[in-house]
C-alpha cells in the first residue's frame, strides 16, 4: 500500500491539516495538559499509542471493550490520525501484500470501513486522551498528511462492556452538514466532551481558536482560502478534538480550553470525485469558552 495514496480521497483535509503542521504556537490559546481528572478516574482499561515523526507503536494485548485511549505524540511535528477496521474477510496474508502493494486495495474505502473516534490532534511532547468503544479485530493507525508508517493494532475478544457511559460536561451531535450542543457557552478547563455521530456519513471534529467575532460563514470562507493555496495556515491549528468515526459511532474526548472564542469543524471529505471537507459545506459552529 503506498502509504503517500493511502488517504488520497482526503486530499483536501489532509492539505489544510499539513498547512497547520507549519505553525509556531507563539501564544496559548489553550491548553493541552496531561489529562488527569474525570476520565481518568473511571477506573477503565487503558490503551496506550505513542506516535514520533516516523511512525506508530501500536501497543500489543489489548482487548475489546471500553477503554481509555492515550495518544502521545513524542515527535516534533502534529498528528492528525484516524483508526479504521480491517474487514474480517481481507486475511492477514492479503492485508500484508496489500500494505507493500502501490495504490490503494478495493476494499480501503472510506464510506464502508469502521473509523473509530479516536483520540486527536495531540501536539508535539503532548497527548489526547478519550475513551472510546473498541471491537474486536485489526485497526490500522493512519497518519493522512506526514506520510508516518501505518501500522496495525489487534484487538483481541473481551468481555461484554460493563462500564457506564462517563459524565460530559459538553455533549456535541455530528450530523449533515451541522454540529450541534455547543451553542450556549460552555466551562473553561478541563471538560468531557461527548462526541456523537448521528448522521450518515463519516465525520470528524476539530477545535481551533479564532479571532472574536468570527461567524461560521468567515470560518468556512477561512477553510476554502486555505484549501486554495490563499490563506493564512496560522488561521487552522486544532487544538484537539476526535478523529474519523462512523456513524452511530461515540466517544468522550478529554479537551482543556481556556476562555475565548473557537470553532469546531468537521473536515472529513464529501463522498465523490472533489472531497470537499464537511467544513466548507456548512459544518462548522463557532462557540464561547467562559
Known amino acids: 500500500?503506498?502509504?503517500?495514496?493511502?488517504?488520497?480521497?482526503?486530499?483536501?483535509?489532509?492539505?489544510?491539516?499539513?498547512?497547520a503542521s507549519?505553525?509556531?504556537?507563539?501564544?496559548?490559546?489553550?491548553?493541552?495538559?496531561?489529562?488527569?481528572?474525570?476520565?481518568a478516574g473511571l477506573g477503565l482499561p487503558e490503551v496506550t499509542i505513542a506516535v514520533d515523526d516516523a511512525g506508530f507503536t501500536a501497543p500489543s494485548g489489548v482487548t475489546a471493550g471500553r477503554v481509555l485511549m492515550t495518544v502521545r505524540n513524542t515527535g516534533g511535528k502534529e498528528l492528525h490520525f484516524f483508526a479504521a477496521r480491517v474487514p474480517d474477510e481481507i486475511g492477514d496474508e492479503q492485508l500484508a501484500a496489500d500494505?507493500?502493494?502501490?495504490?490503494?486495495?478495493?476494499?480501503?474505502?472510506?464510506?464502508?470501513?469502521?473509523?473509530?473516534?479516536?483520540?486527536d490532534w495531540p501536539r508535539p511532547g503532548g497527548q489526547a486522551r478519550g475513551v472510546v468503544d473498541l471491537t474486536?479485530?485489526?485497526?490500522?493507525?493512519v497518519d493522512p498528511i506526514d506520510n508516518r508508517e501505518v501500522?496495525?493494532?489487534?484487538?483481541?475478544?473481551?468481555?461484554?462492556?460493563?462500564?457506564?457511559?462517563?459524565?460530559?460536561?459538553?455533549?456535541?451531535?455530528?450530523?449533515?452538514?451541522?454540529?450541534?450542543?455547543?451553542?450556549?457557552?460552555?466551562?473553561?478547563?478541563?471538560r468531557v466532551w461527548r462526541i456523537q455521530n448521528d448522521g450518515a456519513l463519516d465525520h470528524e471534529l476539530a477545535v481551533i481558536a479564532v479571532p472574536a467575532g468570527a461567524t461560521r460563514e468567515s470560518v468556512m470562507q477561512t477553510v476554502g482560502d486555505l484549501l486554495q493555496g490563499t490563506g493564512d495556515p496560522a488561521s487552522f491549528a486544532p487544538l484537539g478534538g476526535q478523529g474519523a468515526a462512523?456513524?452511530?459511532?461515540?466517544?468522550?474526548q478529554s479537551l482543556s480550553l481556556a476562555p475565548g472564542a473557537y470553532a469546531?469543524?468537521?473536515?472529513?471529505?464529501?463522498?465523490?470525485?472533489?472531497?470537499?471537507?464537511?467544513?466548507?459545506?456548512?459544518?462548522?459552529?463557532?462557540?464561547t469558552v467562559r
Do not use: N, Y
Open 1 to 19: 500500500m503506498d502509504r503517500r495514496r493511502l488517504l488520497q480521497h482526503i486530499g483536501a483535509s489532509a492539505t489544510l491539516a499539513l498547512a
Open 22 to 39: 507549519t505553525l509556531r504556537h507563539g501564544r496559548v490559546l489553550a491548553t493541552q495538559a496531561t489529562p488527569t481528572a474525570g476520565l
Open 99 to 119: 500494505m507493500k502493494a502501490e495504490g490503494d486495495p478495493a476494499w480501503f474505502d472510506m464510506t464502508k470501513l469502521t473509523l473509530l473516534g479516536s483520540p
Open 136 to 141: 474486536a479485530g485489526r485497526w490500522l493507525l
Open 151 to 190: 501500522a496495525l493494532m489487534t484487538v483481541g475478544e473481551g468481555e461484554a462492556w460493563t462500564f457506564p457511559d462517563p459524565a460530559a460536561d459538553v455533549t456535541v451531535s455530528l450530523i449533515e452538514m451541522d454540529l450541534t450542543g455547543l451553542e450556549q457557552p460552555i466551562p473553561g478547563g478541563e
Open 246 to 252: 462512523s456513524k452511530g459511532v461515540a466517544s468522550w
Open 264 to 287: 469546531a469543524v468537521c473536515m472529513a471529505p464529501m463522498p465523490g470525485e472533489d472531497f470537499t471537507p464537511h467544513a466548507v459545506k456548512g459544518m462548522v459552529e463557532v462557540f
